[in-house]
Every structure is written in C-alpha cells, then in structure tokens.
C-alpha cells in the first residue's frame, strides 16, 4: 500500500553507524573508551539482562553475538550439538576478544546459556566479572515481581562493587529514563516494518536493531530519531513483492547475506519479532521503587521462546503482525540446535496451519557460506504464495 | 507451432525438455554438467533441438530449474521444487508426493490436483540420504553405480547401516567387507538407510498416494524396494524420472506463455 522515502543523510547516517559497530566492535569499543576514560563496560548475552542497572553504573552496556569465527578452541568446551552463539561467542571469548570488557551478564533463557556461563565464570573471570541474572520462570505472580527485584537490587550492588561505582536512585532513575527512550523508538522503528520496507529490507533493518544493543544509547538514539523524523509515506507501491512475517528466536540473527536473499526471493518482509527480546518489552515506570519496577516491567514484556506467559501467546503477536502487514505468509527462521525455538515451532506451525496460514521453517547458524538451497527454499515458497 | 523448452542444471547433469503446444514431450537430451555451466545449459538445449528436429526459432520461451538456474541464459527461473511437482503430476495425475532424489540435495513435495506445491522440505547441506551418498559407497563396495540397485535384489542376508553420515557410513562399509560380509548384502542395508532418511524427509511434508518419484536416482531399482517396503506403497516412476524437473520447467513455460501471451524471443 505504501512506500517510503528519507532523505539519504538520515538513512545513510544510520546504516553508516551501525554497520561499523557491527562490523568492527572492537574498534568501536576501544574509541569508546577513549572518549570515555573513566568509564567502563559491560558485556551482555542475548536476551534479556537489566541494561538499565549498566547504566546507572556509568558503563556502556554491549550486546554479545558471536558471529561466522571458525570453532575450534570453544570445542574443548561445549559439545558441537550446541547453538551456534554460544560456541562462537565462546571462541571469541578464547581469542581475547572480550578482554576490554569489565563484566559480562547472562540471562538463564536456556540450558546452553547456562552451560556457557558456567564456563566463562570458571575460565574469564581473572579478565572480566561473570554472573548471572537469574529470571524467574512464572510471570505472572507477585513473588515473581518481589523476588526479581532483589535479584536485580544484588546484581547492581555486585556489579556497582565490580566497576567501584555506586548506583544511586537519580542515576538509575537516569538510566531507566534513557533505556524507555531507546525502547520507544526502537519500537516505532518495528511498528513502522511495513511502510519501512521499501527503502530497507530486512537485512539492514535487523542491523539498525542490532546496533542498538552495541552502542551507547546516547550515540545510537539521535541518528535513530533521526530517521525516523524523516520516514514519510509517499503513494509507489510495493505490488511486485510479496508481504511476509519473519518470526524467531531473539537472541541469535542470520548472517546477513542469509537475511539479504528475502528480497532477492522477492518478498517484501511486513513483520518481524527477530529482535524482540532485546528491543520489545514495556515502558518502565518512572517514581516508586526503581527494582520494583524494573521487575514488573520484565514480567510483562512479550513472550518469546524464551520467557513464556500463562496469558499472553506468542503466535498473537505474529498474527497481529500478519494481519496488519497483510501478509501471505509466515517465515519461521530457527537457529539449529536451540531448544526454546524448536520448543514453541511446533505450537507455532500448528496455530498458523489452523488458520490456513502459509508458512516456511529455514533453520540456520552463524556460517557465512552455502546459502544457495536457503534462497531455493525461499524462491519455492514464493512460487507457492503468488 | 510454439515450442517450449525446460532446462534443469542439476549437480551431475543437465537435462532439457522440449513440449509443443499440445504438452507432447518432442525433444530430450542430457548432458554432464562440468565445470562451465553457462556452456553446458546451451549445449543441453542445441542437442535437445537437434534430437526432435525442432527450429530453434519456434520456441517461445525456456525456463531455467535446478540448482545452476541462475548460471544459464532462460526466459524465466522457476524453483526445481515447483517444476518436479509440475512434471510429475503431468506424468501420473494422481500424484499427491514427489520424491526427488538427487545428485546433491533431495525433496520431498506435496502437491495438489494441478500439480500447485503445497508443502515441500528438502535435505540439509550434507549429502546423507542423496545420489552422493549411494555414489561413495559404490567406490568403496567397488562397484558400478548402475550394477548397486539390481546387486542388493539378490541379497540374502541384508546388512545394517546404521550412519545416515556419507562419512560414517563409508567406515561402516568398509568394516563390513572386513567382516566378510557379502556386497549383495551391504548394498541392501546401503538402500535401507537412504530410505529411512529420505522417509524422515517425507513424513515433514506428509505422505499421502500416490508418491511419484523423481531424479536420476528414481532408476536404482534397489532403491525403490528399500522405499516400497519402508511405506508399504508401490512407487510411479516413469522411464522419464531424470528428466521430471525439466519436462515440469517446459510445461510451466507453455502454460505462462499461452496464459500471458508473452512474445516469443
Ligand atoms: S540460540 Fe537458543 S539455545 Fe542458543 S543461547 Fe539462544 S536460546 Fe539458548
């Protein structure tokens, strides 16, 4: 129905910026930290962990990917039947390339996530503090909510002690606020997908989200705002390709050539939840007990293969996506050897069969080669869908 | 007269199919794909032309399928997933599943009434439960590909191969010679295993009669035992299985021709 136009400053600026912090994180992190001598960093694991509490602490929080390193040292560590982010992320580990960080959080969202925790603890913790948020599994009880809150209230103090700063209400209330903003503009950037994909496809519009868990906030938002100032409607069409939702797991992205052979399939893709865990979630509230908060705000943000609600499902929101896209069909991206994604695919395909929705599993890891049945694949559900 | 050609680049060779207007098969020809694609696709085509006698300036449109699609000089691209389909059900109209087993990947399709794809899921990138897989095992069993099928009829005491791994499987094979077990009887348990990987395949998209099978490896007559006594279901195979995907390639050329008018080349 519509397409979309910005002047190609914005746009440029943002792809610009976010393609080298993807591109050369360690560059980008010792220019940081250049600007920012006294200040520190905080490495982070997919999904969720609290960046509010990095923050607050003066530090830059950072997003931990992994990304195509051939494996080989992380092998005496973790089986090969293992997803892919946590044997990369762990070879990076090995090859020193963490060393400039300070701490690393990881979120229990799964057996492997656990498993390489426990690894980095026992052989990185002389480089950087390693420890671990521990989420709660119900959601929906205020227990949850209380026992949250003093979890994160021990994981600032410990990482406040870490870093030899102290966390104190106006920085957090600080932190809280700039982390809301980023959620909120990170979330008009999703909302907008469908209006947005004509002048970015899938594979940059998942590198903007990306950057955002890589960059300081206050470097990222201005040139997101930025964009977004200046992304209006005009009245071309996008009658050629066929509108799509792409769902899957939040803590690990395709490569990006992998992403790029959406539009060379000719699909225009009007949904997607792929960063949904590390950019998705509600608002924080502002006054009160910041922890409080914090806690609550986790418990009702949007379920994900890994944070499953008693009320509120996955697949509506996929729906939501599909309907509003007016999408043909559904593509589920899987990474290979993730249990929480294989878990909820099977509930997810048969929600979708039930309605009569089309739909197309493409399982995937971090190597950046033989992408050639994937685009077969992709072409073939096309050919299906026109 | 219209004519309308398919050419499907496959891993080992590529196969062209020329139909008229009425969907009567008038040319064929395989070629061996080699390393110049681009150059073996039009030789596929020229020799298919010069097999019918047909003018190259009656045909009105060529569609590329297969994994090289995108190497050859065509008027069009379409899926081999679509095409397979397409060609199978032309060939038997009852078909529901395809199986197409191939050099390097295999297929499983579901298909509607007119030949529509309705489901589909293929191999992943290694070659367990593909013609690789039978073609390194006949080099250890050192036997003719071709000799593998009629072999493992005569079997008498079937071995087991339990790796679905070219790798694994090839250790297997040799450890059974080791053993002094009989070729006959290893190439039975070589087909076994494929059929139980390519049925896992099948049963993603769902099996429902009749189940055509498709590709180069449709010719091994062990090869479809091993599937008929997994299922319990005869297989349609055509004498015309290799050509399947190129045959479904001229019939959806013909089809977007007569349906669009697109003008001839
Ligand atoms: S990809 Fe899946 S298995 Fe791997 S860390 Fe993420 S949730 Fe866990």
């Known amino acids: ?386 | 007269m219209s004519h309308f050609a398919g050419v499907d680049i496959g891993s080992l060779a590529i196969k062209c199919v020329i139909v008229n207007d009425a969907m009567d098969i008038v040319a064929k020809a395989v070629v061996p794909t080699g390393a110049r694609v681009a150059q073996a696709g039009e030789a596929a085509l020229r020799a298919a032309l010069e097999s019918g006698g047909v003018d190259p300036v009656s045909i009105a449109l060529t569609i590329a399928t297969g994994y090289g699609r995108k190497r050859v000089a065509a008027d069009a691209r379409v899926t081999e997933i679509t095409c397979h389909a397409r060609g199978a059900v032309h060939l038997f109209p009852g078909t529901r599943t395809v199986l197409d087993i191939g050099g390097q990947d295999t297929k499983a399709i579901r298909v509607g009434a007119k030949g529509e794809v309705a489901n589909f899921a293929m191999n992943d990138k290694c070659a367990a439960g593909t013609g690789r897989f039978l073609e390194v095992m006949a080099r250890a069993l050192e036997v003719d590909l071709e000799d593998l099928g009629p072999l493992s009829r005569e079997s008498t005491k079937p071995q087991t191969i339990s790796s679905f791994c070219t790798v694994f499987g090839e250790s297997e094979v040799v450890s059974h010679i080791a053993d002094g077990a009989e070729i006959k009887d290893i190439a039975r348990g070589l087909h076994a295993a494929i059929a139980q990987r390519v049925i896992g395949l099948l049963k993603r998209v769902g099996i429902e009669a009749e189940l055509t099978m498709s590709g180069g490896v449709a010719r091994n007559v062990g090869m479809r035992d091993a599937i008929e006594r997994e299922l319990g279901l005869t297989l349609n195979v055509s004498d015309e299985s290799q050509i399947i995907g190129a045959l479904g390639a001229a019939l959806i050329a013909r089809q977007r021709y007569l349906n669009t008018g697109e003008e001839p080349r």
């Open chain 1, 1 to 386: 129905m519509i397409a979309t136009a910005t002047t190609p400053d914005a746009r440029t600026a943002l792809l610009d910026a976010c393609a080298r912090a993807l591109d050369h994180p360690g560059a980008c992190l010792r220019e940081w930290k250049q600007r920012h001598p006294a200040a520190h960093v905080v490495g982070y694991f997919p999904t969720y962990v609290p960046t509010e509490l990095i923050y607050a602490c003066g530090a830059l929080p950072t997003g931990l990917w992994g990304g195509s390193i051939a494996v080989s040292r992380a092998n005496a560590y973790i089986q090969q039947f293992t997803c892919s982010i946590v044997r990369s992320t762990t070879e990076y580990a090995l090859h020193g390339a963490f060393d400039q960080l300070d701490a690393v959080l990881f979120p229990p969202i799964c057996d492997s996530a656990k498993l390489v925790a426990s690894i980095w603890a026992l052989n990185f913790s002389e480089r950087f503090m390693v420890d671990m948020v521990t989420l709660p599994e119900r959601l929906d009880s205020d227990a949850s909510v209380a026992y949250l809150a003093a979890e994160l209230r021990r994981v600032g103090a410990t990482l406040a002690q870490k870093l030899g700063v102290t966390i104190d209400d106006g920085a957090l209330a600080c932190a809280i606020d700039r982390c809301n903003r980023l959620r909120a503009s990170q979330q008009a950037f999703c909302s907008r997908r469908a209006t947005l994909e004509a002048t970015m496809p899938l594979a940059h519009a998942a590198a903007v989200l990306k950057a955002g868990t890589l960059m300081h906030a206050d470097d990222y938002l201005p040139l997101l705002d930025a964009f977004l100032a200046e992304l209006t409607s005009d009245a071309r069409s996008r009658r050629s390709k066929i509108p799509v939702v792409v769902s899957g797991l939040a803590c690990q992205l395709p490569h990006p050539d992998f992403l790029a052979l959406f539009d060379e399939a000719g699909f225009a893709v009007v949904g997607d939840d792929l960063l949904l865990g590390m950019c998705g979630g509600v608002a924080v509230a502002t006054g009160g007990d910041p922890y409080l908060a914090l806690a609550r705000a986790f418990t009702q943000g949007p379920p994900l293969a890994t944070r499953h609600h008693d009320t509120i499902h996955r697949h509506e929101f996929i729906l939501d996506q599909w309907q509003r896209g007016a999408a043909r069909g559904v593509v589920f991206l899987v990474p290979k050897f993730c249990e929480p994604e294989w878990f909820d695919l099977r509930y997810l395909k048969a929600e979708m069969e039930k309605r009569g929705i089309p739909n197309l599993v493409l399982d995937f890891d971090e190597d950046p080669t033989g992408f050639g049945p994937v685009l077969t694949r992709l072409e073939a559900f096309a050919e299906i869908l026109m």
